[in-house]
């Protein structure tokens, strides 16, 4: 069974310094990866995916996120925060047996302090 | 340019009451889902459909009932709503069930009273 473990519910950050989101999956297949991203009051916008192509996935805003098999991480970084970067970050792993399906983590809300 | 929407964007209701929600997506995806969001932003998976037929229905009171007429569309009624109910509600889409990103709509925010 998928499952997605976000490890922190609140990250804090000054503008301009690096941002490290936490996440780990459990999986009993090659898994599908994802990070969206929800701003404020909007809908899901998809921040980056892994499908056993490169481990370090590249995104969209300067996200980048890395695959690490051994240790069932992807965890989320960026090198500079923006104040715009605040919002609510979800990990999802994705369940390719039978009918498509996502499981998402519980999120993890940044903040950007100027 | 919209490739996912929903409407309402908000809904504002009593307990007991029967409302729906409608999705509409413009990308050609043959595969469409309900999420409900919770107070404490988790994202449970409710229904998916492709083309028109049901393939993920999680454990959901009958009283949530998905309407698919056509695959652009997949509309959510919810009858003789409950408290619990309140929550924000996210349709997606996908090219295919075996294609792994979904694309999502802006949520409908369901407020019982």
């Known amino acids: 069974a998928q499952s997605v473990t976000q490890l922190d519910s609140h990250v804090s950050v000054s503008e301009g310094t690096p941002v490290l989101l936490r996440c780990n999956y459990s999986?009993?297949?090659?898994?599908?990866l994802f990070w969206y991203v929800q701003h404020p009051n909007k809908g899901l916008q998809l921040l980056l995916k892994?499908?056993?192509?490169?481990?370090l996935v590249k995104g969209i805003n300067g996200f980048e996120a890395e695959f690490k098999k051994s240790e069932t991480s992807f965890h989320l970084t960026k090198p500079s925060a923006h104040m715009s970067d605040a919002a609510e970050y979800f990990c999802?792993?994705?369940?390719?047996?039978?009918?498509?399906?996502?499981?998402f983590g519980t999120g993890t809300r940044l903040t950007v302090i100027p | 340019d919209t490739a996912v929407s929903q409407t309402p964007k908000y809904l504002v209701t009593q307990m007991g009451n029967d409302k729906s929600i409608k999705c509409e997506q413009n990308l050609g995806h043959d595969t469409m889902y309900w999420y409900k969001q919770d107070s404490k932003k988790f994202l449970k998976i409710m229904f998916s459909y492709n083309n028109k037929e049901l393939i993920i229905n999680e454990t959901v009171p009958n009283r949530f009932s998905p309407k698919s007429p056509d695959k652009a569309h997949l509309n959510l009624h919810i009858n003789s709503l409950e408290l619990g109910d309140s929550a924000v509600y996210f349709c997606?889409?996908?090219?295919?069930?075996?294609?792994?990103?979904?694309?999502f709509g802006p949520g409908t925010r369901l407020t019982v009273l």
């Open positions: 892994y499908t056993s192509a490169a481990t």
């Open positions: 999986s009993s297949y090659s898994p599908s």
């Open positions: 997606a889409s996908s090219l295919s069930p075996s294609t792994d990103t979904q694309y």
């Open positions: 999802v792993v994705s369940d390719l047996v039978g009918a498509n399906n996502l499981f």
